[in-house]
């Protein structure tokens, strides 16, 4: 199968699912679950490609394995999450603000979604097709950029919620653990994860279409469904100690706060 041909599988793999999830909201009313399926998604489209590419069976089976365990690390997370709580914030108000549309265009995004989860994949597909299987050197330095991308997230998600679940907590700002050096270390960590397979691709004809996801996933975290949707006026009117959090850490990359 070529290249092109794995690309539309796995374009109407994340469209099927995605499709699913808004037939499934528009009898619960929640698109939250789309957060879930949209990472599943991802990992599955790894699994496609692996399968159906040509590339040496070591190079899919390693990226099958590390896409499949990030996906699956993430969609947990988030289900978790979003059990038993209402809307999301963000849906809520697009909700809103559509009207009596909603629900159609609450289709076209999902879809949107599908489009922008087969061009971050787009690596996968780079890796699955190379000729030769990656050195050594090179699959051991990409599984360290994973390993340190999916440990880290992990551990900034794990140590969010456990601030969250103490009451004294209610409407005040995670300073703790790496959130003490980041605003957003989850944000940081995720948009590493995308290196990983900059790094399993070298030496591919086409390894430059990888530095592409990385890049997309830190401007959509920075510029648009991340950062800007929790730091609004509404966050630091609620939060305590909101703008001198912000004034003293950096927002994005773990560094040490400001004096």
């Not at 929640?30 to 590419?53: E, F, K, P, R, T």
């Not at 087969?118 to 597909?125: D, E």
């Not at 090179?138 to 999916?150: E, K, P, Q, T």
């Amino acid at each position: 199968m070529t290249p092109l041909a794995a690309f539309g599988i796995g374009l109407a793999i994340a469209a099927a699912l995605l499709t699913v999830v808004w037939i499934i909201q528009l009898f619960t009313r929640n698109a939250g679950l789309v957060d879930v399926v949209w990472s599943a998604a991802v990992g599955l489209i790894a699994a496609a490609y692996a399968l159906l590419g040509d590339a040496p069976a070591a190079a899919r089976i390693l990226l099958a394995a590390l896409a499949l365990t990030w996906a699956l690390r993430l969609a947990g997370h988030l289900a978790k999450r979003m059990r038993g709580a209402p809307e999301d914030s963000r849906y809520a108000a697009a909700r809103r603000a559509w009207g009596a549309r909603a629900d159609l265009y609450m289709l076209g995004f999902f879809l949107f979604q599908a489009l922008i989860a087969a061009v971050l994949s787009i690596p996968f597909l780079v890796v699955a097709y190379m000729p030769e299987a990656p050195s050594l050197g090179v699959a051991l330095a990409a599984i360290a950029v994973w390993f340190v991308s999916v440990v880290g997230e992990g551990t900034a998600d794990t140590q969010l919620h456990r601030f969250k679940q103490r009451p004294e907590n209610r409407g005040r700002v995670c300073a703790e653990g790496l959130w003490r050096y980041s605003r957003h270390p989850n944000y940081f960590f995720e948009s590493l994860h995308w290196v990983t397979y900059v790094v399993l691709a070298i030496g591919a004809p086409y390894w430059w279409a990888t530095l592409a996801s990385p890049l997309i996933m830190a401007g959509l975290l920075l510029k648009v469904s991340g950062i800007p949707t929790i730091e609004n006026k509404a966050a630091a009117d609620k939060r305590e100690g909101h703008d001198e959090y912000v004034r003293r850490t950096s927002a994005f990359i773990p560094w040490p706060p400001k004096s």
